[in-house]
């Protein structure tokens, strides 16, 4: 599998994917180290995350790439749900009095809203402190990111294919910084806010 950088050239995936899953351990290891906790990366034990409706092929393909960083890899929706099992219920917004989600027989939808895809799916608290799927994950390539492409899709039609692709292949950066200023953009939008503000 072959994926292209900004300029089009070829790279290997697989390559791409686990030089960047070490450059992401590497900076947390860096600001670690700069704010002195003292932690040492054997002590860490590494968890990579995928959408639980990626297909199997997918899924394979990122276990792969996280077994070259010994990393292992968990399904988002239940990250959350395990997480959320040691979160205080005060911090939960809107939950009611006496919600508890560690108690046995507890149900409870994780809604899983990235930047790729958004996931949704079912779970109960068990015995023995596990967890029951009651219903399958499902969802869609519909998160952040799916905004970000059709943005720079109307972009790309009021400009033209042919300036898009200059500015990609000349000025990467330029292109670069206008993802970035778009997402920096997008994530003020509130419910609250109208018009070009």
Sequence with gaps: ???EDITGKPLPAMDVFTHSIEALKNHLMSALETQGTGVLPNEIQWVLTVP???????????????????LLISLEP???SIYCQYLPTEK???????FAMSEVGTKYMVADLGGGTADVTVHE???GNRLKELCRASGGSCGGT???AEYFQMFTNILGKRIIQSLKQEKPE????????????KRTVTSSKSGKS
């Design 1 to 3: 599998m072959v994926v």
């Design 146 to 148: 799916a905004v970000d």
């Design 174 to 185: 330029a292109y670069l910084d206008l993802q970035r200023t778009f997402e920096t953009v």
């Design 52 to 70: 639980a409706i990626w297909s199997d092929n997918a899924k394979e393909f990122m276990r792969e790439s996280a077994k070259r960083n010994i």
């Design 78 to 80: 239940e990250a959350a």
């Design 92 to 98: 939960l917004s809107g939950s009611g009095t006496g």
């Design 125 to 127: 608290k068990v015995d």
